[in-house]
């Protein structure tokens, strides 16, 4: 195995995803913690990692991997074990719808670099950036749930009854919903997917203030 | 093959992917127009075939596929040619990277639903929204041009020297960008594969004014 850096932030949902994966396939990687709170990212230095600016970065020996979707097929491809994605297409198809809703849909729009531009050009107070946070992830969610809810041969899973590549992404985004003060019980099938997970080393100890760089 | 019918709308983005891919692939699709001028996404019909209640859906017999990055790598999948992503690993995350880039950081900020909650949340008016819009095509496409630049082995198109999945997000973006009065000229690189997927007749049948439901 090479060595792996992650350029990571404790509380960014993407940089999330990443950790729970290396943490379900056993890998290390060191964390080099990039404090977007201060908008570290956008130095220099940083912009030679990552030319976006956004975290996370995977740099596995010579390359640099970026984009958290990208990273998770990768680690899933070189890693296989556990595998992230089924092996029928059609179910590789629901997790990965799956994922894209909260991946595409949901996590980017009420990324940071968003509400700082909601805030300094619209005007936003902490309530409209809170309805705004709450009504993409409650589209989002809603959908989710209504997909959970028609698979017929769930565990206790996003798909199936282990963690998959939608778990990675879910996991993040409900974290990031109760910090926006999100009321989760209008999602019970959600819910019970959290506490599932949230039961594993894996997922536990990729939380946000379980992070070197959480403030104590 | 199954039948398989497409629920499209001229201008959506994410069905603009998928009708490159097929295409590319020479699949047929039965075109179901779903107006989101006039909010038919939102209709109790169309929950029922897409419980996000967006475009694009992919029926194929008896089975229904959402989210476009789940459609089309389950497309690449199951008619893998030609192959629309490399076989190298490395390569592989660089493609997805690229496509990443477009399909979680530009598009979905931009996407219609958003833009209405824009206007009558915040009182954006079509300044605002050009604004809004362009910010983010700029700070991806930035990105995505130096990701371009960086690549020494490049052909013509955003990998190699052909169409690759990360065309297929570039092109609709293009497309929408163009469509919010940005200056394209600013990324001669992206201009270059923009010209270079036009000349191929999948991506120009796929373009929006030549589909069946653009005004005349």
């Known amino acids: 195995m090479s060595e792996m850096q992650l350029y990571t932030f404790f509380r960014s949902g993407t940089a999330h995803r990443v950790r729970i994966s290396l943490n379900l396939k056993g890998l290390q990687a060191e964390h080099i913690p990039v404090n977007l709170a201060v908008d570290a990212q956008l130095e220099p230095a940083y ?45 590789r198809a629901r997790v990965r719808a799956l994922a894209a809703m909260v991946g595409c849909d ?12 909601l805030r300094k050009q619209f ?38 009854g282990a963690p998959s590549m939608a778990d990675l992404y879910l996991i993040p985004q409900v974290e990031s919903a109760r910090r926006f003060q999100v009321d989760l019980t209008r999602w019970p099938l959600i819910s019970e997917v959290e506490q599932r997970c949230m039961a594993l080393p894996a997922f536990a100890d990729a939380a946000p203030m379980r992070q070197p760089d959480a403030p104590k």
Chains 1, 2 share one sequence.
Request: aromatic share 10%; hydrophobic share 40%; with cysteine.
């Open 123 to 160: 005007g936003a107070d902490e309530a409209a950036v809170n309805a705004w946070c709450g009504r993409w992830i409650a589209d989002g969610f809603d959908a989710y749930e209504a997909l959970l809810a028609e698979d017929e041969h769930r565990g206790g899973f996003s798909f199936g």
């Open 106 to 117: 949901v996590h980017p729009i009420n990324n940071r670099r968003i509400l700082q531009y």
């Open 47 to 91: 912009a030679e990692v990552n030319p976006q600016k956004l975290v996370p970065t995977l740099n596995v020996g010579d390359h640099r991997l970026i984009q958290s979707p990208a990273i998770l097929e990768w680690l899933d491809e070189t890693y296989p074990e556990p595998a992230l994605l089924p092996r029928d297409t059609w179910a």
